[in-house]
């Protein structure tokens, strides 16, 4: 055994290569359940002083391989012992194997480790076992900062830049979780990226309208989220937009509710023209025979519906097939008294449903249902949330899909807490029911069609939510 610490000194000391040999040879002739506990403290001393410059080397893959062939006998212990030992054995293959699969040429192979690297990052940053700051910031910087090192050296080939930016930006995304020293570092790696791509960002930036602010604000604030794109390229933090970078948004979640058309619309003149037409050619050219035609009896012959008795029509009139129908009105009585309150009108279309707030610190009098989440709630969940409470239960309604179907933003002028508004939209559509309206949510309410939006809502957002839901 005073070999094996002999071994582990020089294991950390310059001799590496032939020390591991020795030590992979200890590892086969004299790993024992009695003697393990021994093997695991030299070779966490191995590690905890050396593992950022052994990892990925081939010789440390030996090792590590070799221990890993024993990992029934180290694995006999009890309890707690155990399981620290089972971790400790896969972060050493992960820092091993992993990371010398990272130094291939061969694609399949280095996707397949990136891959593993990425899945290793999302664990650790959303592990709920309560490690502190310090601790996860320690695993991160030993576990995998050497990794994230070699992808960093592959970027520029070709086909690994794509899933090497993939696992560097969460680097970018979490970099508050490493310490300060490696934080640098990955910041390094993300102005890295950036430079690669600064051309057409620069390009993008100046030229597009996407960001703007939908909603105008003083010329001193747009002109400061709007200038000098060449500063937007230099950010750190340039995977989010430039004018979000630094201010504290407000996030709201409110529900777009529709009623679909009830009837079909009404054809436009070419449309009735082209049906005509194609009735008229079938008349004219197709060749039909009966639908029991090769079952008839010889000398039987087919009449006309018009020349066909009514079954019992001069005992009942009223069992003649239509008698005392009636089409219902296309256009209603609520479309001749422009009843914005029912749901019988407008019945070629879609009506959405607005609601009147009457509160201080709503941005506009006449809005879709709207408000802030619940802790650990989904944005669309509080869409329709909002939505149920404002209309009440007699009225159910089921939302379409998860992602939002746009969203606007406005600056504060004088709020000290947030910088401005976020609300994003969420449709949903209408089962069955109607509105009993929560007059703690809002005072009023009104069933309107897409034309008829911009009378209610202001000119700065009606011509975007005009462009956002259907027709």
């Not at 024992?32 to 990892?55: H, I, Q, W, Y």
């Not at 680097?171 to 979780?177: D, I, K, N, S, W």
């Amino acid at each position: 055994m005073v070999l094996v610490l002999w071994c582990c000194l020089q294991l950390v000391d310059k001799k590496f290569t032939k020390a591991s040999v020795l030590f992979g040879q200890l590892i086969a002739s004299q790993l024992t359940p009695e003697s393990s506990e021994l093997f695991m403290k030299a070779m966490t001393n191995v590690v905890d002083k050396r593992g950022d410059a052994l990892s990925g080397k081939k010789e440390f893959q030996t090792l590590i391989e070799a221990l890993d062939s024993k990992r029934d006998v180290i694995l006999d212990a009890d309890g707690d012992e155990r399981d620290k030992r089972e971790q400790k054995l896969d972060v050493w293959k992960f820092l091993a194997v992993t990371h010398a699969q990272l130094f291939t040429d061969e694609t399949y192979q280095f996707n397949k480790a990136a891959k593993a690297v990425k899945l290793r990052f999302e664990a650790l940053v959303s592990s709920k076992e309560g490690h502190d700051e310090e601790d996860r910031a320690r695993r991160l910087h030993s576990e995998l900062m050497p990794l994230l090192r070699t992808l960093y050296s592959k970027l520029g080939v070709a086909w690994a830049t794509t899933i090497v930016e993939g696992v560097l930006a969460l680097g970018t995304r979490h970099r508050l979780l490493f310490n300060e020293e490696d934080r640098v570092e990955v910041d390094s790696w993300t102005k890295g990226m950036q430079d690669r791509r600064s051309a057409p960002a620069i390009a993008r930036s100046a030229g597009s309208e996407a960001r703007r602010n939908i909603v105008a604000t003083s010329s001193s604030k747009l002109s400061e989220a709007g200038a000098k794109p060449r500063a937007k390229a230099a950010r750190q933090n340039f995977l989010v937009p430039a004018e979000d970078d630094g201010k504290k948004w407000r996030v709201l979640s409110a529900g777009v509710l529709e009623r679909l058309p009830v009837v079909q619309p009404d054809l436009k003149d070419w449309e009735m023209d082209f049906q005509v037409m194609q009735h008229e050619k079938a008349l004219r050219e197709d060749q039909r025979l009966e639908d029991d035609f090769w079952f008839m009896e010889p000398g039987a012959r087919h009449i006309t519906p018009e020349e066909a008795p009514w079954p019992n029509a001069e005992e009942d009139p009223e069992e003649i097939v239509g008698a005392g129908f009636h089409l219902a009105p296309r256009e209603t009585e609520d479309d001749a008294n422009n009843n914005r309150k029912s749901l019988n009108r407008a019945l070629k279309g879609r009506v959405f449903l607005l609601v009147k707030n009457d509160q201080k610190d709503a941005k506009y009098p006449w809005f879709f249902p709207v408000g802030e989440k619940k802790d650990a709630e989904k944005m669309r969940d509080a869409a329709l949330r909002h939505v149920g409470e404002t209309v009440g239960d007699e009225l159910e309604a089921t939302p379409v899909g998860f992602a939002p179907m746009g969203y606007v933003k406005y600056l504060h002028e004088d709020d000290s807490e947030y910088d401005g508004t976020k609300v994003f939209f969420y449709k949903s559509q209408l089962l069955y029911g109607d509105v009993a309206l929560n007059q703690d949510k809002a005072s009023d309410y009104l069933w309107v069609t897409r034309d008829e939006l911009s009378e209610y809502l202001d000119p700065e957002i009606a011509d975007y939510i005009h462009k956002m839901v259907p027709p």
